[in-house]
């Protein structure tokens, strides 16, 4: 008796698992095993056929219900697996197989004129001051310009690329891998879907020429390190006269002697001495605009967070301010005079008890 094909199995979920568990485990399975990352690999190759057909049963509800049951062309030996049917891969699977790997048509389908030049990205420096207030900065960037010469086309002025005659004008072309037919970019062309019988002699035919482009470029208030901002079109431009790339200006932020960074609020450190702690003081603070009085309570102990809310770096977005946390420490001072060791003798006379024995207490109670 024929051993019953397991497509959970093959695709590493439980028989509980939902459509969404199911298509995200083929999903990745499939982006590993694929042919067009294992070339020449026929265990590849066997595994991306058999975790095909264990999605082709399990990714759609009727022939999965058909599996579970072990009736129909899905039980063991049917046609539908263990056996293959290579019309079922219409539909939803095709879909798949596209939005996984990005092909760009199939052999009935015309591509659209010219590629999206590539993104660009970059760094700029800026002060903190500059982050919470906004800014406007100057940037250089090295790029690509379309060629004077040819305009971008890339090729001699006075004619034109012509139509790729392997692809059709398609940008790709299909190859048979088994029961598989993968689509690629054309060898020919290189997904353009055309050729340049004549180049353009001053950009060789890449339609382009090196530059260094310069931008102002307008830093929004509560940037943070490491934030990116788009430049829509500003990046590399498009071959065949497709649009231009975007370009992304990452924040590179100085930091303050006073405030750090803590997501959308700041921190400040505000040291207290020995008596303010103990008894309670009112005390000045910075803010990003100048001062404020705080309150610091009797007993505040070393760690102590106090905040002043919507005092913070504006959010981004335009969703209001964070705050501003302040984190009191006590001063303990590395060496005293003798007027204040003195003092601290008679304090202690005062202060009388053991702040530990609560310690030992609980110690001993523990060992019992």
Same mark, same amino acid.
Request: hydrophobic fraction near 30%; aromatic fraction near 6%.
């Given at each position: 008796m024929a051993t019953r094909p397991?497509?959970?199995? &093959?695709?590493?979920?439980?028989? /509980?698992?939902?459509?969404?568990?199911?298509?995200k485990a083929y999903r990745k399975l499939a982006r590993r095993y694929h042919p067009d990352a294992n070339q020449?690999?026929?265990?590849?190759?066997?595994?991306?056929?058999?975790?095909? &057909?264990?999605?082709?049963?399990? /990714?759609?509800?009727?022939?999965?219900?058909?599996y579970d049951r072990g009736t129909g062309p899905f039980a063991a030996g049917g046609p539908g697996f263990g056996g293959f049917d290579p019309g079922a891969f219409a539909g939803g699977f095709g879909d798949i197989l596209s939005d996984l790997f990005g092909r760009a048509g199939g052999a009935g389908q015309a591509r659209a004129p010219g590629q999206r030049g590539p993104d660009l990205e970059t760094e700029v420096s800026i002060s903190f001051d500059q982050s919470i207030d906004g800014a406007q900065v100057s940037l250089s960037v090295p790029t690509n310009a379309p060629c004077p010469t040819c305009r971008g086309t890339g090729a001699r002025p006075g004619t034109t690329p012509s139509v790729c005659p392997q692809c059709q004008g398609r940008g790709v072309e299909a190859s048979s891998q088994g029961l598989f037919s993968i689509s690629q970019p054309c060898s020919r062309c290189g997904g353009s879907g055309t050729v340049i019988e004549e180049p353009c002699p001053t950009c060789a035919g890449t339609g382009a020429r090196r530059t260094v482009k310069k931008y102002r470029v307008t830093i929004p208030p509560g940037v943070r390190d490491g934030s990116r901002i788009r430049l829509a079109g500003k990046g590399e431009p498009g071959r065949g006269g497709g649009p231009p790339g975007d370009l992304y200006v990452v924040t590179r932020v100085s930091e303050s002697p006073v405030f750090k960074r803590r997501g959308d609020n700041l921190e400040v450190e505000v040291p207290l001495t020995i008596p303010e702690a103990v008894r309670g003081a009112t005390i000045e603070v910075p803010t990003l605009h100048g001062t404020k009085r705080l309150r610091v309570p009797a007993g505040t102990k070393h760690g102590t967070l106090q905040r002043l809310r919507g005092e913070g770096p504006p959010k981004l977005g335009g969703k209001g301010r964070g705050d501003i946390r302040y984190r009191f420490v006590i001063d303990v001072p590395d060496s005293l005079t003798r007027e204040q060791e003195e003092a601290l003798d008679e304090l202690s006379k005062v202060?009388?008890?053991?702040?530990?024995?609560?310690?030992?207490?609980?110690?001993s109670r523990g060992s019992s």
């Open positions: 397991d497509p959970y199995g &093959e695709l590493g979920v439980k028989k /509980g698992a939902s459509a969404d568990e199911i298509k020449g690999d026929r265990d590849a190759e066997e595994r991306f056929k058999r975790i095909s &057909e264990a999605y082709d049963v399990l /990714g759609d509800p009727e022939k999965r219900k058909q202060m009388n008890g053991n702040p530990r024995s609560a310690l030992f207490a609980g110690a």
